[in-house]
């Protein structure tokens, strides 16, 4: 091999070697750019339906689960709970639920999809705090002798009956929210999203 041949060999090495290395310090430097443009796993959580199973809980009982960092709560009605929302329907301020604080298939007399299951967002929407359960009907409840069940906010007094309509006369303006959501399953509820409704 002549020595004009050698030399083009290792031009070609060193070309070849210095392509390498750019192509890989660009990819290394373009990584961190290309991921700070997606989002990152916590922001997807909080803006991210959520799926509650619900195929434990009791009639009578509520859970809660975290949906864009606000309490949602799922209470499973027993008969007496969905018997109390006749008796509330002349003490509250939006009985047939006008203002939108619930998708159209949740504008019913038991604001929900299936009368049994009720999903609300567990915040007053007075100044934003959290409502305590109060179940126990009557003065057991602390509240008052002739109380149907449902929540009392403690901060300003709003009450709110088990569909989560405000009392009349309440600082709360409006009903709690419900959330969009729909069922996967019996047991599976997705909150956050609702594309059919059911």
């Given amino acids: 091999m002549s020595e004009e041949e050698k030399c083009d060999c290792s031009r070609r090495r060193l070309l070849a070697a210095t392509a ?3 192509g890989a310090v660009t990819v290394a430097a373009a990584v961190p ?3 700070s443009l997606t989002p990152s796993e916590r922001a997807k959580a909080a803006g991210a339906p959520v799926v ?3 195929g434990k809980l009791a009639p009578g009982e509520m859970m809660t689960v975290e949906w864009r960092g606000k309490p949602v709560w799922i209470i499973r009605r027993d008969k007496t709970m969905l018997d109390s929302l006749k ?3 002349s003490l509250v301020a939006d009985p047939k639920s006008d203002k939108d604080q619930q998708p159209a298939y949740a504008r019913n007399a038991t604001r929900s999809i299936k009368p049994e299951i009720m999903v609300m967002v ?3 929407t007075h100044l934003g705090c959290s409502p305590s359960s109060k179940f126990t ?3 057991e409840s602390g509240v008052s002798p002739d109380w149907a069940g449902g929540f009392l906010c403690p901060c300003h007094g709003s009450t709110f009956d088990l569909a989560g309509r405000v009392y009349q006369g309440k600082p709360a303006p409006t009903n709690l929210e419900v ?3 729909k069922y996967l399953s019996d047991a599976l509820i997705l ?3 609702d594309t059919k409704g059911a």
Wanted: a negative charge; hydrophobic letters at 40%; aromatic letters at 4%.
């Fill in 137 to 139: 009907q009557g003065a």
């Fill in 52 to 54: 509650a199973d619900i």
């Fill in 122 to 124: 567990g915040i007053c």
């Fill in 20 to 22: 390498a290395t750019g």
């Fill in 87 to 89: 008796k509330t329907e």
């Fill in 191 to 193: 909150i956050g999203e």
């Fill in 33 to 35: 750019f290309v991921a």
């Fill in 179 to 181: 959330p969009p959501h």
